[in-house]
């Protein structure tokens, strides 16, 4: 009998030291798996700006007054579809000026690719140098104003993403157009300053407050 149980003793531990071999080894593993992943995530370079060559770069290494101008340009349009952002949140692109809000991935690396119209507001857009005379004179007067907008360098391929590097340089950059809404999305530089924002800009009468709501 106390054979038996010593037998027993003996498988048990031999049971634990197995359970505990394949628990360290289990907790190595992911361990190193979590280790890769997250120094991947990490050090991935910085998206390409989609109108240059260089690397994008973080909104908040800008000086603080350019943040305050970029800001203060934002609140002072009193507009609900022009929201200041968090400057620490975006990127720029130092050929252009250009401002990409909430452009930093939860793990805090720069992602801009051309879905950053679709983000900044939904619609179908095409470069305003694509559209003919008719249609622009057809969008001018539907808009109070296209002030501030790039109307006299734009390119004439209608996809954003093929425009040509004359164009991508322009100040401001490129206006688009949804010509189902006639809702403007375009560059407009930021006072006081070399920086641009993408402003959004409805037609008349569409979903407008009155100006005591604004």
């Not at 539907?142 to 996809?159: K, M, N, R």
């Not at 950059?173 to 959004?200: A, M």
Request: neutral net charge.
């Amino acid at each position: 009998m106390g054979r038996g149980v010593l037998e027993n003793f003996q498988n048990a531990n031999y049971i634990y030291v197995i359970y505990l071999s394949l628990s360290i080894l289990l907790a190595l593993v992911v361990t190193f798996v979590s280790y890769i992943i997250g120094y991947r995530l990490l050090n991935q370079p910085a998206s390409i700006s989609p109108y240059g060559r260089m690397p994008l770069r973080r909104a908040s290494d800008l000086s603080y007054d350019s943040k305050e101008r970029v800001l203060r340009y934002l609140f002072e349009m009193h507009q609900y579809d022009n929201p200041m952002f968090d400057m620490e949140k975006a990127a720029f692109c130092r050929e252009t000026g250009r401002v990409f809000s909430h452009a930093l991935t939860w793990y805090g690396i720069i992602k801009v690719d051309w879905s950053f119209l679709q983000k900044r507001y939904p619609g179908i857009y095409v470069s305003w140098g694509s559209l003919s005379d008719d249609q622009k004179e057809m969008i001018r007067s539907s808009h109070h104003s296209l002030d501030g907008y790039q109307t006299e360098y734009s390119s004439p391929e209608p996809a954003p993403s093929r425009i040509e590097p004359f164009y991508s340089m322009a100040s401001p950059g490129p206006l688009y157009v949804d010509l189902n809404t006639r809702i403007l999305l375009g560059w407009k530089r930021v006072p006081l300053s070399d920086l641009e924002v993408l402003v959004v800009q409805k037609p008349k009468g569409l979903f407008e407050l009155p100006q005591s709501l604004q």
